[in-house]
């Protein structure tokens, strides 16, 4: 079945896609120089910024959809879907609050990231996620695509996230957001097939694995430490 293509007015894309490459990049930089995980703030920073520039790209088809030639109704779904990731960012805290982050725990992280993408859930989550049905409100849209996003991705964005944060430097950590994005944004185009993402589950699943033996399993010693509330 061929994809449709989303036509976007010169409106839109002036009023959306200057200003929202902007948003891009300044979310990009803060996910560079992001350092400062140790606080309620920090956290919050770094997930918003997250949310922001790894999420956002993944809807541009829907988000098209919604604005329908409206620079208004665009960014109304943007703040709709970017409100639901800063809420799913709670159960992410609490989290990575519990948890003293040693190899065994991001190993543990990833490996259920990727059995998740087995799960018919998920299956059923990005489905409707992938969706540009529009019932005419913007924001609940938003809304709405943000919680089948959350309900797609968000073990895959805790891992990533607790992984960056126990990764020195500046531009390791970049590749590997950079490389989840693209992997997110090709997951929800409707021409990645389910084979091919429960492939990409399974690779997950050896690479956790892997990892662990490598970085020395049960060593005892953390790569990164969980939030705290100081």
């Known amino acids: 079945m061929p994809v449709t293509q989303v036509a976007i007015p010169r409106r839109v894309r002036v009023g959306v896609i200057v200003p929202g490459a902007l948003m891009l990049l300044i979310a990009w930089g ?21 949310s922001v520039a790894m999420m956002v ?40 609050a519990a948890v003293e982050w040693t190899p065994f725990w991001l190993a543990a992280a990833w490996i259920v990231a990727g059995a998740y993408q087995l799960t018919p859930v998920m299956q ?29 991705c968000w073990p895959l964005m805790v891992a990533v996230m607790v992984t960056v944060m126990a990764i020195p430097g500046t531009v390791a950590p970049l590749l590997v957001l950079v490389s989840v994005t693209a992997l997110l ?12 993402i429960a492939a990409l589950g399974i690779a997950m699943l050896l690479l956790a694995g892997g990892a662990y033996v490598t970085l020395g399993g049960g060593s005892g010693h953390p790569h990164a430490s969980g939030t705290s509330t100081s």
């Open 185 to 196: 944004c090709w997951e929800k185009h409707p021409a990645a097939a389910p084979r091919a």
């Open 57 to 96: 790209p993944t809807v541009a088809r829907p988000l098209m959809r919604a604005a329908d030639g409206s620079v208004g109704r665009a960014w109304a779904f943007v703040a709709g879907f970017v409100a639901v990731w800063l809420l799913a960012g709670v159960p992410t805290y609490i989290v990575m």
């Open 30 to 50: 803060v996910l560079a120089v992001a350092r400062d995980h140790g606080t309620v703030a920090g956290f919050v920073e770094m997930w918003l910024a997250m």
């Open 124 to 152: 059923r989550q990005l489905r409707t996620c992938r969706s540009i049905r529009y019932d005419g409100d913007a924001a609940r849209y938003g809304v709405q695509q943000g919680w089948r996003c959350v309900a797609s």
